[in-house]
């Protein structure tokens, strides 16, 4: 298992599309979890172990210790979701060079405090292994939940932006020294 760090519950990881793909898969084909990450759900566990083994060679050939990664709960056992570090695309997603912290759920996760949890360690790995000056989220205006996650992570609100992923998003921040 390629860990990326740990926090009190969970373990983030990469993911591993073959002993993975039923978990992912269920957190991507709920269209309640899909709808303000693009919408579109996956088709099949084929689709899916795709869509993973995607992410893995994308970040790998990548090799700046940005990811998407799976969050794995000790207690339970389990896949809950999806933590990423990344850059943020612009409306054509070329990446730029703005980083982004963000989270996607299963719905059986959802109000635990794991993307609370999972976000403040992208967020403290992102400021002390990659030196990241600043860290980003962008939220669809109508996700009130993950702006309250925003809040809780201590983020600065910016207002709305159509600089990313061709759409308009709530546009928080989070400078190093203000952690």
Known sequence: MTEIFQTQRLIIRQWKPEADVAQAFEIYNNPEVVRFIGGKVEESEQTQRASLQRVIERYAQLNNGTGIWAIFEKQ???IVGTI???QLPDN?????QDYEVGWHL???AWGKGYATEAGRGAIEYGFNILKLPVIYAVVKPENHDSIRVTQR????PMGRTHKYYSAE???FKLEA???
């Open 177 to 179: 020294k203000q952690k």
């Open 106 to 108: 299963k719905k059986a």
């Open 92 to 96: 054509e997603g070329k990446p730029t």
């Open 84 to 86: 990423l570090l990344k």
């Open 169 to 171: 998003l709530e546009l």
């Open 153 to 156: 992570l201590g983020m600065i």
């Open 76 to 78: 339970i056992g389990e």
